[in-house]
């Protein structure tokens, strides 16, 4: 159970990232989440939004060079050590995580989300689903 | 089976051709001493009169013309007809300085019209063939030379001049063009506009494209074939001596043949001014003997190739250029190391990225800098950090080894290199010396 993440080519140029969240917001796409990393030559943008195909075509028509990747949204309960022990049972199942972020948040108090991307989708999702760790689909993040 | 626009003259022996050029050299020397006063005076200087040219094997006892010359005898000093003789003229925006103006009789004219029909001939057309000219009309020789190359062969012409990308298109799908001449920077553009509209090569009618004006890798060659689904023939020319079609590539795509009934090839050392040995590498010069209005003898064409006498398969024995690395114009000096544009351009073409490129020279605390421009490819991207900084490590690596010398590599937004109809911008230069 993945999370489609839209990655995002930006140049290293003043500006670039508010022409790409101007597109997408004067076309309605909602961002759930969003982490940029960088180079001091350039930059790639991740995406979370409620609707991927939305947006994939603004970005497209638009100009911007993107990529969709598989990412687990993860639900961590909201109190100390709730982050450390989702990293504890990766850690566990030999699972490496190449980078995670936060998730801009939901109706629910109880909890926090976060995406991670990892090096084996299928293994992590087994380990965290056997300690009782709740991982969110598409359709919820189109909900939150 | 090869065809040819005039078997008699594209595979005459040698010995005819050579007496061709003896006859016209020797003709050609009597005309400009007695019409420009400009190049009589350079014989004088050197003690020369047109009675120590016997044939070609004089013709390095000859003083050389340079762009310099056409800068200081603009507008008319190199006229060697009446003006009232004359019916046209073309023109070259000169990168630095002075434009250059050429003139041309009638006579003129149909012979350089008869050079590019040779041209179109080789690439395969013929009178069933629909010719759409991309190139510029006007001042510029590329439009009207291979429009008039067009209606010798019988081609249907749309001569729809460059610029309007979507027109052009529309043309060549809706009027079946098979051949398309024009630039190679725009050809490139056309060809990524069709493939953005999603188009695929068996979608394009275009069976050939004969593109000139500027220098192009066989990368690019290889990139435009692919795109277009065609075959890609270069074509060179000079507006000082005629225009496109002083030579052109055969069906064996390796080399230009020179027109040597019109024009005699040499190279020289760019320095010292020698003729060098066959095969050697310099600049190339060209003596027009059988211009009336621009006749110019030993003109320095500041084109590094070299050329190449080896029997050629489509059956023209006319000798072969090789595709110029750039003209030394072109040519950048960066730390003291020569960089043509071209060899840039077959870096990126190697490692996957378009040619679309811009090269920026600047000068920084008195040190040279070169920024290469690469515009991302979706092919190219991924979502890993790390993997496109090692592919963008890789593409320095390669820069550096091709040029001898580091250059940055900047990754750009895709269409953010502004696209060229006519010829491309491919260096800006911003060191002030
Ligand atoms: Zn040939």
């Known amino acids: ?144 | 089976m090869e065809r040819y626009y005039q078997p008699e003259i594209e595979c005459a022996s040698r010995e005819q051709i050579l007496a061709w050029q003896n006859e016209r050299l020797v003709k050609q020397v009597q005309h400009v001493w007695d019409n420009v006063p400009y190049y009589r005076k350079k014989m004088e200087a050197k003690g020369l009169t047109p009675a120590d040219i016997k044939g070609v094997d004089d013709l390095h006892k000859l003083p050389f013309l340079s762009k310099a010359d056409l800068r200081e005898a603009y507008p008319y000093g190199l006229v060697g007809m009446p003006l009232k003789d004359c019916v046209r003229i073309q023109s070259t925006s000169g990168t630095t300085g002075k434009r250059v103006v050429a003139f041309y009789t009638q006579h003129d004219i149909d012979l350089w019209e008869d050079c590019c029909a040779r041209a179109i001939v080789a690439a395969g057309g013929t009178n069933e063939d629909v010719c759409q000219v991309s190139y510029g009309y006007g001042l510029f020789t590329g439009g009207p030379g291979l429009n008039g190359g067009s209606h010798k062969v019988g081609c249907l012409t749309i001569p729809t001049s460059s610029g309007n990308t979507e027109r052009q298109i529309m043309f060549i799908r809706d009027l079946n063009a098979t051949i398309l001449c024009c630039t190679p920077s725009y050809a490139a553009y056309i060809g990524e506009t069709m493939r953005d509209m999603g188009l695929t090569p068996d979608q394009i009618p275009l069976k050939a494209g004969i593109f000139g004006a500027e220098a192009w890798s066989e990368e690019m060659r290889q990139d435009i074939q692919n795109t277009l689904g065609i075959k890609a023939y270069d074509i060179y020319g000079l507006t000082e001596l005629s225009g496109p079609g002083v030579s052109f590539e055969c069906s064996a795509q390796s080399g230009m043949h020179i027109n040597e009934d019109h024009f005699i090839a040499e190279i020289i050392d760019p320095d010292t001014g020698e003729v060098l040995p066959e095969g050697s590498q310099g600049e190339l010069v060209f003596t027009s003997i059988t211009k009336e209005a621009f006749p110019l003898l030993r003109y320095r064409t500041r084109d590094i190739c070299s050329l190449s006498r080896e029997k050629c398969p489509c059956g023209r024995t006319h000798v072969k250029m090789v595709k110029p690395k750039g003209r030394t114009d072109d040519m950048l000096i960066i730390r003291g190391v020569n960089v043509f544009p071209s060899q840039i351009e077959t870096v990126l073409l190697n490692y996957g990225y378009p040619a679309n490129y811009q090269i920026i020279v600047d000068r920084v605390k008195s040190t040279d800098t070169l920024d290469v421009h690469v515009e991302m490819t979706p092919e190219m991207f991924t979502d890993n950090l790390g993997e496109v900084s090692r592919r963008q490590d890789e593409l320095v690596d390669g820069l550096r080894s091709m040029l001898g010398l580091a250059a940055k590599v900047t990754l750009v937004a895709p269409k953010s290199i502004v696209r060229s109809e006519g010829k491309a911008v491919r260096v800006i230069d911003r060191r002030k010396i």
Do not use: C, W
């Open chain 1, 1 to 144: 159970m993945s999370l489609k993440q839209i990655s995002v080519f930006l140049e290293n140029k003043p500006g670039t990232l508010h022409a790409m969240t101007t597109a997408l917001a004067q076309n309605g796409v909602d961002m759930r989440a969003l982490s940029l990393a960088e180079t001091k030559d350039f930059g790639i943008v991740r995406l979370i939004v409620d609707n991927v195909y939305d947006a994939t075509t603004v970005l497209k028509d638009a100009g911007f060079i993107h990529s969709l990747t598989p990412v687990l949204g993860v639900m961590i309960p909201d109190e100390p050590g709730g982050l450390n022990q989702v990293l504890q049972v990766l850690n566990e199942a030999a699972v490496n995580v190449e980078y995670m972020y936060a998730f801009l948040g939901g109706a629910d108090a109880d909890h926090a989300y976060m995406i991670f991307r990892v090096q084996d989708g299928e293994a992590a999702t087994a380990a965290l689903t056997a300690h009782g760790i709740r991982l969110v689909d598409q359709d919820e993040v189109a909900g939150l």
